[in-house]
C-alpha cells in the first residue's frame, strides 16, 4: 500500500485544484518558480494573498494521516545474530514542508517513513538478546517518542511498535524455558533424593550402632555363664518359670541317658576283660591290675602278647624328595636332593610416561576438517578512545562465541585468538577452536594507544601457530587479522615500520582494518592488507553504533571463511554493513 501526499502528478493550473478527486480540507498549493524560491500558497493565507489561478502549480495534503503495519522483508536481528524479531508499527505523519516534498518528487510517503524507522529499528534490535523483547520495545518507542522531522518535509509526529520474537525464535525461548524449568524442578527432585538417602542412611546408622551396642551387652553378659546342659535350662527356667515341668523333665531325661551310658559303658568293659581271660591274654594274678586299670581309668591302649600297653606310633615324617599333594602342586618340581626348582618370573616392559627420558607424548587427533582451517586473530582498541563502545566489542566476541558454536562444522574449521592494545598488547584468548565452553575475555581499557606493540605480538605469534598448525593438520590457509581501531597512533610512523616486518613474513595474514570513531581513512588504507580490505565508519557515526556495526561485519566475514575453508578454499570477501563503508570509497 503506497500513500501519496501530492495530490497530482504534474503541475496543473490553479483553478483547477478544487476539481481534483478526494480533496482534503488541509492542502498546501505550491508554484514552482525558477531560479527562485517556490511560492507556497495555504488554506489560510489564501485571503491574504493570490497567486493567480492560471499559474502552474502542485497540491500537497497537508492533513495527518495514520498507517499500521508489520515489518516481514526487513529483519530486526537480535545481539546474537542468529534470531529475529517480529514489528508492528503504528505511525502517525502530516507534511510540514511541502517544498521539500514537491522538489523531492515523493510518490509514497510510507516508503520514506518506514525506511528511516527501519533503519534506526535494525540498530536498536541488535542491542538486546532474543529473550528480551519487551525491553528492547521500551527502547525504540523511547526513542520514538519525540517528533522526527525528516528531511523530506515529513514530520513522523507519533511512532509506537509492538515487538516480539519471529516463530524460530518462540520455539527457540519456549524450548529454553522448558529446559530451565526441568532443570530447576531436576535439581529440586535431586535434593530432595539426597536428603531422603542421608535421612536413610542416618537411621541405619542408628540401629546398626544400637544393634552392636546390644549384642556386645549380651556378649558380656553370656561371658560369666556356663554352657552346660544344667546352665542352660537354669536360664531357660529364669526367663519362663512357667515351663518348670518341662525343664525338670528335661534334666530327668539327661541324668537316664547319662546312666544308661555308663552302664553301658561298664558292661563293654566286662565283656572285654572276659574275652581277654577267655583268649588267654590276661593270666588270674593280672585280673587286679586289669580292673583298676579297665574298669578303674579306662582302656588306654592296646594290650600287648608281653602284657604291655602299647602306644600308636608317630606318623611317619615326609622326607626331603618327597612333597604333599596341595593347591600349588604345580607351581614347584624338585631338584637333585628334592630342593624344589625356581620358577622364573615374568617381566613385563617399564610403561613409559610423558615423565620418562626420551618418551613423546601421542599427538592429538585433530578436530579441524581435513579440507581446511583459517587462523583467525582479532585484535580490538583497548585506549581511551574506545572507552564509549567497551561493552559493545565485548557483546561482539560474545556473538562470534554464539555464531560458532551454533555452527560446529564452521568452528571446525577456525581458530580464534583475541587481542587487546593501548599502550601496550594483550593475549585476552590463545588461538583455539570455539565452543560453548570457550572462555570469551572482557576488555580492561588502559592509557596511551600506540600501534607497534601488537604487531610486534603478531609477529611473534603468527608464524609459530601457523608452524604448529601444521604438524597437526594436513591444510592451514593462511592467516586473517581483524584490526579494530577506534584512536589515532601515538608512535606514528615507527608502526608502519613492524607492520612492514610482518608483512614480509612468508606467514604473513591478510589484515582487515576497521578505522571508527577519531581514526581517519588514511590510517585504515595504511592498516589495510591491501585497499579492499579497509573499511571506516561514516562522517559523524555513533561509536556505539559502529562497533555493533563492526560486529555484523566480523561474524559474517568469519562465517564466510570457514565455509569457504570447509569446501577447500579461501575466499576473503567484506559486505559492508550500513554505516560502513569501503576506504577507497571516501
Known amino acids: 500500500m503506497t500513500v501519496s501526499l501530492i495530490l497530482n502528478d504534474r503541475p496543473i493550473p490553479r483553478s483547477q485544484v478544487g476539481a481534483l478527486p478526494n480533496l482534503p480540507p488541509s492542502v498546501a498549493i505550491v508554484y514552482p518558480v525558477e531560479g527562485a524560491p517556490w511560492e507556497v500558497e495555504t488554506v489560510r493565507t489564501r485571503s491574504q494573498r493570490w497567486f493567480g489561478k492560471n499559474r502552474a502549480c502542485y497540491a500537497v495534503d497537508l492533513s495527518d494521516h495514520r498507517r499500521s503495519a508489520k515489518l516481514t522483508e526487513t529483519p530486526l536481528t537480535c545481539q546474537d545474530g542468529g534470531h529475529r524479531f517480529e514489528a508492528k508499527i503504528d505511525v502517525g505523519f502530516r507534511v510540514h514542508d511541502p517544498v521539500r516534498l514537491v522538489r523531492g518528487n515523493v510518490q509514497d510517503a510510507l516508503s520514506v517513513i518506514y525506511g528511516c524507522l527501519t533503519h534506526r529499528m535494525r540498530l536498536y534490535a541488535a542491542e538486546f538478546p532474543i529473550t528480551e523483547a519487551l525491553a528492547a520495545q521500551t527502547r525504540m518507542n523511547g526513542a520514538f517518542a519525540q517528533d522526527m522531522q525528516l528531511t523530506e518535509g515529513i514530520t513522523i509526529y507519533h511512532c509506537t511498535i509492538q515487538l516480539e520474537p519471529d516463530a524460530a525464535s518462540r520455539e527457540f525461548i519456549r524450548r529454553l524455558r522448558q529446559a530451565e524449568r526441568e532443570d530447576a524442578l531436576g535439581l529440586h527432585s535431586n535434593k530432595a533424593a539426597v536428603g531422603q538417602a542421608w535421612h536413610t542412611e542416618s537411621i541405619k546408622d542408628i540401629e546398626h550402632q544400637a544393634r552392636i551396642a546390644r549384642e556386645e551387652q549380651e556378649r558380656k553378659v553370656l561371658a560369666g555363664v556356663q554352657l552346660d546342659f544344667e546352665s542352660l535350662v537354669r536360664e531357660h527356667l529364669t526367663k519362663h518359670p512357667n515351663d518348670t515341668q518341662e525343664a525338670m523333665g528335661l534334666l530327668l531325661r539327661l541324668e537316664e541317658s547319662r546312666a544308661g551310658q555308663v552302664e553301658i559303658q561298664e558292661q563293654r568293659h566286662v565283656e572285654m576283660v572276659k574275652y581277654l581271660i577267655d583268649k588267654g591274654v590276661v593270666r588270674d594274678v593280672d585280673l587286679p591290675g586289669v580292673r583298676n ?128 592494545y593501548a599502550d601496550t598488547a594483550e593475549v585476552l584468548l590463545p588461538l583455539t577452536e570455539v565452543t560453548w565452553q570457550t572462555g570469551i575475555p572482557d576488555l580492561r581499557g588502559g592509557p596511551g594507544c600506540r600501534y607497534a606493540p601488537v604487531f610486534r605480538r603478531l609477529l611473534d605469534l603468527v608464524p609459530l601457530e601457523t608452524e604448529r598448525l601444521k604438524q597437526q593438520v594436513a591444510r592451514v590457509l593462511r592467516p586473517v587479522v581483524f584490526f579494530l581501531a577506534a584512536g589515532e597512533a601515538e608512535d606514528a610512523p615507527q608502526w608502519a615500520d613492524v607492520r612492514a616486518e610482518l608483512m614480509r613474513h612468508k606467514y604473513h595474514p591478510h589484515l582487515v582494518a576497521c578505522g571508527i570513531g577519531e581514526v581517519r581513512g588514511h590510517t585504515v588504507e595504511r592498516l589495510a592488507s591491501r585497499p579492499e580490505l579497509g573499511v571506516v565508519a561514516l562522517p559523524g557515526a555513533d561509536l556505539a553504533q559502529s562497533a555493533v556495526q563492526f560486529s555484523v561485519l566480523l561474524q559474517n566475514t568469519v562465517l564466510h571463511l570457514g565455509r569457504s575453508a570447509l569446501a577447500g578454499g579461501m575466499e576473503l570477501r567484506l559486505d559492508c554493513p550500513q554505516g560502513l563503508t569501503p576506504v577507497k570509497n571516501v
Open 293 to 420: 586299670g579297665v574298669l578303674g581309668a579306662g582302656v588306654a591302649g592296646v594290650l600287648s602278647p608281653s602284657g604291655q600297653a602299647s602306644a600308636p606310633g608317630p606318623a611317619p615324617a615326609i622326607g626331603p624328595g618327597r612333597h604333599a599333594a596341595g593347591a600349588h602342586g604345580h607351581l614347584a618340581g624338585t631338584q637333585g636332593g628334592g630342593a624344589p626348582s625356581a620358577i622364573p618370573q615374568s617381566r613385563s616392559a617399564p610403561v613409559r610416561t610423558w615423565g620418562d627420558a626420551g618418551a613423546q607424548p601421542a599427538t592429538p587427533a585433530a578436530g579441524a576438517p581435513a579440507t581446511g582451517l583459517v587462523p583467525v586473530y582479532v585484535v580490538l582498541d583497548a585506549s581511551a578512545a574506545a572507552a564509549g563502545c567497551a561493552t559493545e566489542l565485548a557483546n561482539a566476541l560474545r556473538s562470534l562465541q554464539t555464531l560458532l558454536a551454533n555452527s560446529p562444522d564452521v568452528a571446525a574449521a577456525v581458530r580464534l585468538s583475541v587481542l587487546s
